[in-house]
């Protein structure tokens, strides 16, 4: 599968920014879709997964009751809503698709994507 992240920007802490990730090729249905960052000089983390047809939802700890993901299955479209954001969550942000989940697990690390988006950037001020 094909992704394309996007939505990334410069905001200052305490607002809000809502990441897209559109999916092309392949049995959507298939898939789960997770949201990873990376910061400069640290390794890509997890921030959160939802299955592409079921599931429920999960999140990093760093992240929860801030961030949100969703889907929108006719633009294969998912998205993650970022509010009170922090410095510390300043990161290049990509979506990646995995076929290994199930109702109550995702992967959290990024080795159990298989296809990544290119990564948009996110730079939050203080």
């Known amino acids: 599968v094909q992704l394309q992240a996007s939505g990334g920007g410069l905001v200052q802490a305490g607002d809000s920014l809502r990441l897209s990730c559109t999916a092309s090729?392949?049995?959507?249905?298939?898939?789960?879709l997770g949201w990873f960052r990376q910061a400069p000089g640290k390794e890509r983390e997890f921030v959160a997964a939802?299955?592409?047809?079921?599931?429920?939802?999960m999140y990093a700890d760093s992240v929860q009751d801030r961030f949100t993901i969703s889907r929108d299955n006719a633009k294969s479209t998912v998205y993650l809503q970022m509010n009170s954001l922090k410095p510390e969550d300043t990161a290049v942000y990509y979506c990646?698709?995995?076929?290994?989940?199930?109702?109550?697990?995702?992967?959290?690390?990024?080795?159990?994507?298989?296809?990544w988006g290119q990564g948009t950037l996110v730079t939050v001020s203080s």
């Open positions: 090729g392949g049995s959507l249905s298939s898939y789960a």
């Open positions: 990646a698709a995995t076929i290994y989940y199930s109702s109550t697990y995702y992967p959290r690390s990024h080795r159990g994507y298989d296809d």
């Open positions: 939802i299955g592409w047809s079921s599931g429920t939802p």
